[in-house]
Every structure is written in structure tokens, then in C-alpha cells.
């Protein structure tokens, strides 16, 4: 049983260092990797190279897969050129199998101590993370060593020799077999492996050895199937056609091996060795083989799955790629990408509701207060991808910017429940009652109300784009906004004293309304607050002096961390948001 335990440790170990590794490189140079996929799509030799040089990074096809799924999920890269892009991913994933394969068991106490002084030296540094993915690379091949060590008594048990002797050469039970393993295991990387060192010590057959590494690799094909089973269809028709790729190749390898099997042996090379190199030839055969039919692929990979109809729940998330969250930065940028489909929303409901205080039209303002649903659903869905994504992991750049995606959808949520708000304030006090305001309360109304939907635009490309000018405008908007609406407060009063009937009968509904268009643009306004944070243009406090004292309280939802800009802010505190 200890002989037992200590083989599923090492195998363990092995499948966790290819974890450590995938996930550090991903979160230390996915950006790069990302920004030399998409750069090299033009051609198909280019994309096949970028795709051998990322995976031979990352030690993953099946994270390859994902990035460029991800993209062509976005629309940033067709099906073709990313069908390409795997391609020479395999054969990254097969060279580093090839070196793996080497006894490298003096460098492996090197990277654990070295990865380990460097993280927990700086842990939180970008030195610490490539600390991290040395470790992973010792424990690959400290584990190696450990499965070779722990299999040693196998190879005399005879419960074991009946165990591997059920795998006489049956390639489809071999391809089974390592298939579901290579699921299980997440990684083919670590069953190749584990397949040549068996072989080396002669516990597998070269047949049995050969048919193992196609299933490894039909199981890679499967396991990017299923990873990007609720992404889009542009997303899974990259790994729908690398599945096709490899079943093709097994199809096509299966009656051959035979004959692959006698030029093997010719060779008198280490099992091991053989292992390896046959998986490398593989995959490199694929390549040649297919790299002028990835249009014909991509053909009917678009055939199988054709794209979704347009119409779709509007309160679905369309953005929130769930494979995208092993690499930190692309997830967050699908976050941000979602958030801007919720400021869309907030938008339709505000330029709407001007049209419901002009026409009275109550099936309208139905329609818009249900929106209010969609933002809530949306926002909700957006909170909960961005917990799912390890904030240690990220950047203080991607951290700051994760902050300013939830406060971002935090203002957008409360602003569609101040618009819920009003519309049934509206149906209520004015089209329920038939009244209507003033000309020159309306012109009031129309003139904020313009100023509302110019200063979410401006704050949306201030979210998406992070310009100070642009914040600073925003910013100075609000001031404005303010200044207007105490100004347009106290005209309201003066048409009251003036006995203007229209005024009279509305004069509870007009002041909510200018106050709530004052909440609103305060919540809009606070998307400038993290840029002029980060800029240091923010004054710590609002007061003259320290000894000033408190004044009373208005409805800005500016966090104190934002306490505004000295001298040129009103002098009353504000509440949070």
C-alpha cells in the first residue's frame, strides 16, 4: 500500500508542477503571450511559430487553446489562423516533453531552492511569481524521479504485471485509456511523461507505449473541448477543430504503427527516449499534414457549430468567458468589457425616461423600469467572474484596474435603481394624476437631463479609456451640475410664489426629480475619482482649515478616499457611496 501511495504522490506532484508552471507563466508574461498570438496571425508559418514559442513557455497546448479560444471568442482572430496557432502549439507541448525527458535530476534541487528563496523573498513581486515557476519546473522533474523510484517494486508485483497486461496492444483500449487519464490529469504533458518513464522501466510494452500516446493526445484534444463548453461558438469551434486535428492523426496513425514500431526498434534507443520522440514525430506530422487545410477545417468546424441566433436574453452575460480566468489579465479585460454593456443599459433607461416625462407614455416606462432587472442581473454576474479571478496573482496595474470595475458597476447598479425610482414616481405624481410641468419647468428638466446623458458618455470613456483630461472634465461636470440644479431649485420656488398653477401641482414630483438627476450625475461623476486618485491631482480633505467644522451632509456618493479637490469643492461633506 506505502509502494502504491508513493507512485499516485509522484504522479500528483508531476501534475501539480505543470499546474505551477502553466498558471505563473500565464500571469507573468500572458499579456506578452497574448500580444504575440495576436500579432502573428497574418500568415500561417508566423502562427505556427507563435504557437509552438507561447507553448513551449507555458507547457500547455490546452492553455494555448484557451488564449486563443478566448480570442476568436472576442472576434479577434478568425478560426483559420487560430487552428494554425494550435498547430504548432502541440509541437511546443511535444519539445517540452523531449527535454523534460532528459535526466535532469541535478537541476531539480537548483530550481526549488532558488524558487523558493525568490518567493518568499518577494512574494509580491514579478520576482517572486518567476520564483514560483521555478518551483514548478523542479517539482516536474523531482516528481519524475520520484515515479521512477516508487514503480521500482511494481515491476517484480505480479498483481501489477496482470494489471499491464491487460494492455496487450489493443490501440483503441490504449487510446481510451490514456484519454481519460489525460482528462483526469488536465495535462497530456504529464501522461507522455509518465508513459516514457513506465516504458523505461520496462513496465509497458513500446506498443502498448505508442498507442498510450495517442490516446494522450486525442485526450488533449477532448480536454480543450471541454474547458470551453460555455464559451461561444466562435470560442469552441478553435478547439473543435484541434480535436479534429487529432482524431484525424490517430485515425490515420493507427494501421501504421506497426510499422512504426519496427523502425523504432531499429533505432536501439532508450524506451523513454523512444517514447518521446514518437510523440514529438507525431505532432510535427500533424502539422505538416494539415497546416494548408485549416481553412477546410475551419469550415466545417463553423458547419457544426453555426453561430447562435441574434436575438438572446439582453440580461445574459455575453463577455464573461469562464476559461479566461487561468490568465488574470484577459479575464479582467472581459469583465471591463461586460461593464460597458451594463453602462449601455443605464443609457437606454435614461434617454427613455425623458421620452415618458414628455409623453406620459406608461407602457414605455414599464419597459424601462424592467431594464432596471437586467442591470441587476448583469452586475451581479460581473461581481461574481471578478471574485473568481486570484487578486494575488494579479499586477498592482490589473489590481487597481479589477477596483475601478467594481466601483464602476457599483455606481451603474444604483443609478438604474434612483431611474427604477423615478419612473414610478412619474406613473405615480404626474401620469397617474394628468399633470404636466411648467414650459419653464420643463425646459429645466430637458436641460439636466441633456447633461445627464453627455456626462455618462464621458464617464464611460473615462472608465474604458482612463484619460485625465477626461476625468478632470468629468469632474468639473459635476461642480456644474450642482451649481444648476440649486439654481434651477430656486427658480422652481419663484414660479410657487408667482401662484404658476403647473408649478404648484408638480412642485413635489419637479424638486425629486432635480435632486435625483443630481444623484445620479454624483454617481456617474465618481468613475473619475480612481484616475484622479492615481494621478495625485485629489485633495485629502474639503476643509478651508483643520479647524473648520463639519458641515451638514449631501447626496454626492464620493468615498472618502476621494474627498475632492481643495478650493474648489463645496464645504459640506458627503456620504459614501
Known amino acids: 500500500m ?5 507512485l499516485l504522490a509522484g504522479v500528483s506532484l508531476l501534475v501539480w508542477g505543470t499546474h505551477i508552471v502553466r498558471t505563473g507563466i500565464l500571469r507573468l508574461y500572458g499579456a506578452d503571450l497574448r500580444r504575440v498570438l495576436r500579432r502573428s496571425i497574418s500568415r500561417r508559418l508566423t502562427a505556427l511559430l507563435a504557437g509552438l514559442a507561447v507553448t513551449g513557455l507555458i507547457q500547455s497546448s490546452t492553455a494555448t487553446a484557451l488564449i486563443v479560444a478566448a480570442f476568436a471568442g472576442q472576434g479577434l482572430i478568425s478560426t483559420a489562423p487560430a487552428l494554425a496557432v494550435m498547430l504548432g502549439a502541440d509541437i511546443g507541448t511535444s519539445l517540452v516533453t523531449v527535454v523534460l525527458s532528459f535526466d535532469l535530476s541535478w537541476l531539480a534541487p537548483l530550481l526549488i531552492f532558488t524558487g523558493v528563496t525568490l518567493f518568499l523573498a ?6 517572486g511569481r518567476f520564483g514560483r515557476i521555478l518551483i514548478g519546473l523542479g517539482l516536474i522533474i523531482f516528481a519524475l524521479q520520484w515515479i521512477a523510484v516508487a514503480a521500482q517494486p511494481f515491476v517484480q508485483a505480479a498483481g501489477v504485471k496482470v494489471i499491464f497486461a491487460s494492455l496487450t496492444g489493443d490501440v483503441l483500449l490504449d487510446l481510451l485509456v490514456a484519454a481519460l487519464f489525460t482528462i ?7 501522461v507522455v511523461l509518465l508513459t ?3 516504458a523505461s522501466l520496462s513496465m509497458l510494452s513500446l506498443p502498448v507505449a505508442l498507442g498510450l500516446v495517442l490516446g494522450a493526445n486525442l485526450g488533449s484534444g477532448l480536454l480543450g473541448m471541454l474547458s470551453t463548453l460555455r464559451s461561444p461558438p466562435e470560442a469552441r469551434r478553435v478547439t473543435l477543430g484541434n480535436f479534429l486535428f487529432k482524431l484525424i492523426g490517430c485515425v490515420l496513425a493507427i494501421p501504421l504503427l506497426p510499422h512504426v514500431h519496427g523502425w523504432i526498434e531499429g533505432l536501439a534507443l532508450d524506451p523513454a527516449r523512444e517514447v518521446v520522440l514518437f510523440h514529438l514525430a507525431f505532432n510535427v506530422a500533424l502539422a505538416l499534414l494539415f497546416i494548408f487545410w485549416t481553412e477546410q477545417i475551419a469550415r466545417v468546424a463553423c458547419r457544426l457549430l453555426p453561430d447562435k441566433p441574434a436575438a438572446e436574453d439582453p440580461a445574459k452575460p455575453r463577455n464573461l468567458d469562464p476559461s479566461a ?3 488574470p489579465p484577459l479575464a479582467i479585460a472581459n469583465a471591463a468589457r461586460e461593464a460597458m454593456r451594463i453602462g449601455d443599459v443605464i443609457e437606454d433607461m435614461l434617454t427613455g425616461m425623458l421620452a415618458v416625462i414628455r409623453t406620459n407614455d406608461r407602457a414605455l416606462s414599464e419597459r424601462l423600469r424592467k431594464k432596471d432587472d437586467v442591470v441587476d442581473e448583469l452586475y451581479t454576474a ?7 479571478i486570484s487578486r494575488e496573482a494579479l499586477e498592482e496595474r490589473e489590481g487597481r484596474r479589477w477596483a475601478d470595475i467594481v466601483s464602476f458597476t457599483i455606481n451603474l447598479e444604483q443609478v438604474g435603481d434612483i431611474i427604477e425610482r423615478v419612473l414610478t414616481d412619474i406613473e405615480d405624481k404626474k401620469i397617474g394624476k394628468q399633470r404636466n410641468f411648467s414650459e419653464a419647468g420643463m425646459h429645466e428638466i430637458c436641460d439636466l437631463h441633456a447633461r445627464l446623458v453627455a456626462n455618462l458618455r464621458l464617464g464611460m470613456s473615462v472608465f474604458l479609456h482612463g484619460e485625465l483630461k477626461s476625468a478632470q472634465e468629468l469632474l468639473a461636470q459635476k461642480v456644474l451640475f450642482r451649481d444648476l440644479e440649486r439654481a434651477y431649485a430656486d427658480s422652481h420656488l419663484g414660479r410657487l410664489a408667482g401662484n404658476t398653477l403647473e408649478s404648484i401641482e408638480t412642485s413635489s414630483l419637479h424638486l425629486d426629480l432635480i435632486s435625483d438627476f443630481k444623484r445620479i450625475n454624483s454617481h456617474i461623476c465618481s468613475i473619475a475619482y480612481p484616475i484622479l486618485e ?3 491631482v485629489l485633495a485629502r480633505t474639503r476643509l478651508k482649515s483643520p479647524e473648520a467644522a463639519p458641515a451638514p451632509p449631501d447626496d454626492d456618493p464620493v468615498p472618502a478616499a476621494h474627498a475632492g479637490r481643495k478650493n474648489d469643492w463645496p464645504k459640506r461633506k458627503t456620504k459614501p457611496a
Open 122 to 127: 518577494r512574494q509580491a513581486t514579478n520576482v
Open 382 to 388: 460581473v461581481k461574481l467572474y471578478l471574485t473568481q
Open 184 to 190: 483526469l490529469c488536465y495535462s497530456s504533458l504529464a
Open 2 to 6: 506505502q509502494t502504491l501511495l508513493n
Open 534 to 536: 492615481e494621478a495625485g
Open 325 to 327: 480566468l487561468d490568465t
Open 196 to 198: 516514457a518513464t513506465l
